[in-house]
C-alpha cells in the first residue's frame, strides 16, 4: 500500500462543477503540498498545508491531521484547470512522498 | 528570484553517453533535491542535500548515477554511461527549512536513444 493515496485517480467533468480531489497518507507529516502538473510542463505547488484551510481564488485546500486526510476543492471549474493534481506529504523542508495524482479534465 | 533554473529543458542522447544536468536553487533555500518522473513510476525522489551535503541518496538507481553540489547555488546530476531507461523528466527543487516553501524546476526532459 503506498504511504500517499489519492482518489479519483481520473475524474471528467464539465465547465462550471465543482471539483474535489482526496489525498489520504500513513504516515505522520510536518506539512501537504498540492502540485499542479499541465500537460509536458513543470510541477507548480498550489498549496503548503499544515493544518486547517487554506483558499487561493477558486482553490480551497483542507487538512485533517487527526483522520490523515487532505481534500483540493475547485469551484466553477474551468477548462484551463485540466491537469494532474498531486497530493505530496513531507516532513519538515525534507523529501517529499507524493501520491501517484489525479489526472482531471474539464470539457467546456 | 527567477526560481529553481533547470538547464537544459531537454536532452537527446546516445546510449553509452555522459548526460549532465545541471540546476540553481533558489537563493537562500537550503534543502535541494533531484526527482524523476516516468509514466510508470511517477515521481520518485533520487537524491537530497541540506546545506550542500548529501543526507539520503537511496534513491539513486546505480552506480551510473551521481549527483554533485559543490556550492549553495548550484548541483549536477551526471549519468554516465545513459541507458533508454534512464529516459524521464528530472526535477530539481529546493526548499527552505524555515518556512517549508517547496519550489520546482521546469525540468529538463532526457531521452536516451
Known amino acids: 500500500k503506498n504511504e500517499v493515496e489519492q482518489s479519483p485517480q481520473n475524474l471528467t467533468a464539465q465547465e462550471g462543477e465543482f471539483i474535489t480531489i482526496n489525498c489520504s497518507y500513513s504516515?505522520?507529516?510536518?506539512?501537504l503540498h498540492w502540485l499542479q502538473q499541465h500537460p509536458g510542463g513543470g510541477i507548480v505547488s498550489l498549496f503548503m498545508l499544515s493544518s486547517g484551510k487554506k483558499k487561493h481564488g477558486r482553490l480551497i485546500a483542507t487538512i485533517n491531521i487527526q483522520e490523515k486526510h487532505s481534500s483540493l476543492h475547485i469551484t466553477a471549474s474551468h477548462p484551463r484547470d485540466s491537469a494532474v493534481y498531486i497530493c505530496a506529504v513531507g516532513q519538515g523542508a525534507q523529501k517529499l512522498v507524493f501520491g501517484q495524482g489525479t489526472r482531471l479534465t474539464i470539457n467546456p | 528570484d527567477a526560481g529553481v533554473i533547470q538547464s537544459p529543458r531537454h536532452e537527446v542522447t546516445e546510449m553509452g553517453q555522459e548526460v549532465t544536468l545541471r540546476c540553481k536553487p533558489i537563493s537562500g533555500h537550503d534543502y535541494l533535491f533531484w526527482y524523476r518522473q516516468t509514466m510508470m513510476r511517477g515521481l520518485e525522489l533520487l537524491i537530497y542535500?541540506?546545506?550542500?551535503?548529501?543526507?539520503?541518496d537511496s534513491g539513486m538507481p546505480e552506480d551510473r548515477f551521481s549527483a554533485k553540489m559543490p556550492n549553495a547555488s548550484f548541483s549536477t546530476l551526471k549519468i554516465q554511461p545513459s541507458e533508454p531507461r534512464d529516459s524521464a523528466v528530472y526535477f530539481c527543487?529546493?526548499?527552505?527549512?524555515?518556512?517549508?516553501?517547496?519550489?520546482f524546476g521546469s525540468g529538463t526532459r532526457l531521452t536516451v536513444v
Open positions: 527543487a529546493s526548499s527552505d527549512s524555515t518556512s517549508y516553501g517547496y519550489t
Open positions: 542535500f541540506n546545506n550542500n551535503v548529501p543526507i539520503d
Open positions: 504516515v505522520g507529516i510536518s506539512a
